[in-house]
């Protein structure tokens, strides 16, 4: 079956560029998260999506960052102007809701790399 | 944002060894899990706790939930080198927060 999956599996880009990174939930999870993980780091988290809302953006490093989700199903999450200090692996995970305890699946991660 | 402190932090340790980590917050949380990630891949469900004192196992692995609900602890029996990777506990609550994570290295 179907995971969830992340698009590009590995980004390099020049600073100042814009980035989009793609998330496709397990279908049927009407929850989604977005992490941030440094090299050697726990995960960090930036935002997550209940359906197409996003009740707490307060994980969001910069206004540089931002994330949408639409259809209740992909999220996009978009870096302006991409710093040295955005490099990392960015994982999306789904779940059935977010009531508490249920398992979140990670998707493989996107591994950014700004030069 | 809220914090759970994962110690040790890395661990080198023979194969068939046993591994014992652990994980605490100034917080309650209503569920633990562990998770493990390995190198490259995003992070996998290990075990999931929802009852304070709950103690669960999982084949080699077991994990109990504290009676105060502010902590837990992973064991792992007779560990393999596949046993390698990152181990993160998690809490949730309204929301879920992780902790900074646990390396283990099985030397063979």
């Known amino acids: 079956g179907a995971g969830v999956s992340q698009s590009p599996s590995n980004k390099v880009t020049e600073k100042g560029k814009d980035v989009e990174l793609r998330c496709d939930p397990i279908s049927g999870h009407t929850a989604l998260y977005w992490y941030r993980q440094s090299l050697g780091q726990g995960l960090e988290f930036l935002i997550y999506?209940?359906?197409?809302?996003?009740?707490?953006k307060s994980g969001l490093p910069s206004d540089r960052f931002s994330a949408e989700r639409t259809g209740g199903s992909v999220s996009t999450l978009t870096i302006q102007r991409t710093q040295q200090e955005d490099s990392a692996v960015y994982l999306c995970?789904?779940?059935?809701?977010?009531?508490?305890?249920?398992?979140?699946?990670f998707g493989p991660g996107t591994r950014l790399t700004v030069l | 944002g809220q914090q759970l402190n994962q110690s040790p932090q890395s661990m080198f340790i023979q194969e068939g060894e046993d591994v014992s980590m652990n994980c605490t917050s100034s917080?309650?949380?209503?569920?633990w899990l562990w998770y493990k990630q390995d190198p490259g891949e995003g992070p996998v469900l290990l075990i999931a706790?929802?009852?304070?004192?709950e103690l669960t196992s999982n084949g080699r692995l077991t994990a109990q939930f504290g009676i105060t609900r502010k902590d837990s602890f992973l064991n792992i029996s007779a560990s393999i080198p596949s046993d390698v990777g990152i181990y993160f506990c998690a809490g949730t609550g309204n929301q879920f927060y992780f902790g900074t994570g646990t390396s283990l290295t099985v030397i063979p």
């Open positions: 917080s309650i949380f209503n569920t």
């Open positions: 999506f209940q359906g197409n809302s996003a009740p707490d």
């Open positions: 995970a789904s779940s059935f809701g977010t009531s508490g305890g249920e398992e979140q699946f």
């Open positions: 706790l929802y009852k304070a004192g």
